[in-house]
C-alpha cells in the first residue's frame, strides 16, 4: 500500500514511518519547507519526499494523488502556547485539515488516520482513567482545534464517506523527540538529567501524566491502517499514571545521576491528572502498550546519550 504521512519527517512521524517501511508499505512524507527531518531516508527506501504548506490546495493534490491513504500528524500550535494566538491555531490546523479532505474527497481517497491529544480533549477528568465516552472540555486552544477536527472527521463520513480513525495519543517520549520543541516533559527531564543540570518543575510535582513510548504509538497507527471495524476514536496511552516527581526519582535510577529540583509555581492549565483508559483499542485494533516506562526511559536516554557522542565525534 501507498500512504501519505503528513508531518511524517518529525519525531513521532519518522518513527511511524520506519514501522510501516518496514512492513514493506510506500511513503511520500510531506513536511513544510526547511523544516529539518528528524530521520534522513535513504535513497534505497521507498520514500518519496515532498516539501510543500497544508494551506496550498496545489501542494495537497501533489501529495494525495495516487496513495491509498492518508496518516495526519501535523500540527502548527503547542498545547502551552496555543491560547496565544487561537486564530493562527484554527486557520493552520482546523482550516488547513479541512482542505485536506476536500482534496481527498476529489480524488476519492478515503481513508485517514488523525493524531489527536488523549492529553488535552478531555480537560479536567471527571473520573479517571478516561474512556473515549468521558466528557471533553479541553483547556487550551490546542485541544479544541483537536476536538474540531475530530467533528469535521465525522461529518466528512456522513457527506463524503470518508473512513476516519481518530487516536487520542497520550504522552509520547523517545527515540528522536528533540529538545528544542519545547513540548514534552520526558525529553527536557532526560535532557537536564543527564547533563546535570536543575529541573524546573511547575507545582509540587504531583501533576500526573500517561506517557506512552513512541514505538508503541507507530504500532497503533499501523493497526489502525489495517482496521476495519465501526469504531472511529481509540485512545492509545499506557494506562498508568505517573507524576512528575516519580518520572524524576525514574530517571535519577536509570541514569545514577542525582538531579536538583526547582519548584515553581503551578500552571493553571495544567489539570492534575489525565491517565487513559485505553481498553477500546485493545478489544477493537488488537493493541495494547508494550512497553513499560522503565523500558521505554532506558532505551530513550540510551539513544540521546548516543546522539550526544555521535554529535560530539562530528565536531
Not at 151 to 175: D, F, M, Q, S, T
Request: contains cysteine; aromatic residues 8%; proline residues 4%.
Amino acid at each position: 500500500m501507498k500512504y501519505v504521512i503528513f508531518g511524517g519527517g518529525g519525531f513521532i512521524g519518522s518513527n511511524i514511518a520506519d514501522k510501516l517501511l518496514a512492513e514493506g508499505h510506500s511513503l511520500r512524507i510531506f513536511e513544510r519547507p526547511r523544516v529539518p527531518p528528524y530521520r534522513v531516508f535513504e535513497a534505497h527506501e521507498n520514500v518519496e519526499w515532498i516539501a510543500g504548506d497544508l494551506q496550498s490546495k496545489h501542494d495537497l493534490e501533489e501529495a494525495i494523488k495516487g496513495v491509498d491513504g492518508v496518516l495526519h500528524l501535523v500540527s502548527t500550535t503547542l498545547p502551552k502556547s496555543s491560547n496565544d494566538d487561537p486564530i493562527y491555531d484554527i486557520q493552520t490546523n482546523v482550516i488547513a485539515t479541512l482542505n485536506m479532505l476536500n482534496v481527498m474527497v476529489e480524488q476519492k481517497v478515503e481513508q485517514i488516520v488523525f493524531i489527536s491529544s488523549g492529553g488535552t480533549v478531555y480537560g479536567k477528568p471527571v473520573q479517571c482513567p478516561l474512556s473515549e465516552e468521558h466528557p471533553t472540555d479541553p483547556e487550551v486552544s490546542y485541544g479544541i482545534s483537536k476536538l474540531t477536527i475530530e467533528k469535521y472527521l465525522y461529518l466528512y463520513k456522513k457527506l463524503h464517506n470518508i473512513k476516519p480513525v481518530i487516536l487520542r495519543v497520550a504522552n509520547p517520549y523517545g527515540e528522536r523527540q528533540r529538545i528544542e520543541t519545547a513540548q514534552g516533559a520526558i525529553a527536557a527531564f532526560v535532557s537536564r538529567a543527564t547533563a546535570g543540570k536543575t529541573i524546573d518543575i511547575w507545582g509540587d510535582g504531583s501533576v500526573t501524566r500517561d506517557y506512552i513510548y513512541i514505538k508503541d504509538i507507530a504500532n497503533a497507527f499501523s493497526k489502525a491502517l489495517k482496521y476495519q471495524g465501526s469504531e472511529i476514536v481509540f485512545n492509545i496511552g499506557s494506562g498508568e499514571g505517573t507524576s512528575l516527581n516519580a518520572l524524576i526519582d525514574l530517571i535519577e535510577k536509570i541514569t545514577d545521576n542525582a538531579v536538583t529540583r526547582n519548584f515553581m509555581p503551578a500552571r493553571a492549565f495544567d489539570v492534575p491528572i489525565n491517565v487513559l483508559n485505553c481498553s477500546l483499542a485493545e478489544r477493537e485494533l488488537g493493541w495494547k502498550a508494550e512497553f513499560s516506562l522503565h523500558d521505554g526511559l532506558r532505551h530513550t536516554i540510551n539513544w540521546y546519550i548516543d546522539s550526544l557522542t555521535t554529535e560530539k565525534n562530528k565536531g
